[in-house]
């Protein structure tokens, strides 16, 4: 049986950073992390807060499973492998602080910004960049921005504009196949640096409910984190739908009596990227010395 992790051995740990919702330790080899998934659930930027068992372990599963499948069509990963129910091994990169944000549907702040109503379908995905700060409210911003604040270079934005559209195509039809519509989502990226001083850049963070917006395909329900925002109904009941589709969890769920089965959750299988671990990177072409942010 799996080990679950307790909060006793969680404080021996050197952590790193602590976010919304996840928290990131030092990892147990030079060049990785751990990166534990909480239950704290949060939004608009923080103003709303709680905590919900089993948003840690479904995130976690559900990103797990995405990372490993775009590692195989060839998009570089952070992540190696889920170490346990809460827990992912990734390699350390110097974060890029850009969010880019793919929208195929009008939802969220698009809507407000522009009044268009919810639910149209663009003519093509819309890019957005945002300058990720928490204490600014992650401002939209724009590539001239971007260049002129040396966030990122042409060749780096080139790459990223790129994967992003990659990401979006693969994860449309892998979410259409289980009649789940891909409304918009979050991606992050991170730069790495070869023994030689290459760099690549990998898609690091996490995709999971928490920053994409996924609706059931013939009734618009919604099981991502709006449900959370908006009040639409219990947040695990959501996160779990899209892991059962996805083949992730049992059909009778995670949860019992409002806590984690840890029964169930230690048959699961843990997902390991071997790609991640083996293969070799594409170089991505700089312009100039690493950078820090």
Known sequence: MKTVLNDRAMTKRNKLYEGKAKIIYEGPEPGTLIQYFKDDATAFNAQKKEIIAGKGVLNNRISAHIMTKLEGIGIPTHF??????????????????????????????????????????????????????????????????????????????????????????????????????????KLEFGRLWGDYD??????????????????????????DKDRFRHDLGDLIDGYQEIAKRLGLIPEGGLMANGEINEEVVAQLEDIENDLAKERKLRAVKKSGKPRKI
Not at 138 to 165: C, K, N, Q, R
């Open 80 to 185: 190696i492998r889920s170490m346990n129910m809460r827990e992912q091994l990734v390699r350390k990169v110097e974060v890029i602080p850009l969010e880019v944000v793919v929208r195929n549907i009008a939802a969220g702040s698009l809507c407000k910004r522009l009044g268009i109503k919810e639910g149209t379908h663009l003519s093509k995905p819309l890019v957005e960049f945002y300058y990720k700060n928490d204490a600014l409210g992650d401002p939209l911003i724009s590539e001239d921005h971007i260049m002129t604040f040396g966030w990122a270079d042409p060749y780096e934005m080139e790459e990223i504009v790129a994967m992003a559209w990659r990401v979006n195509d693969y994860l449309n039809g892998m979410f259409a196949g289980v009649g789940l519509k891909l409304v918009d989502f």
């Open 198 to 223: 290459e760099l690549y850049i990998l898609l690091a963070d996490e995709i999971s409910p928490d920053n994409c917006r996924l609706w059931d395909a013939r009734t618009n329900e919604k099981f």
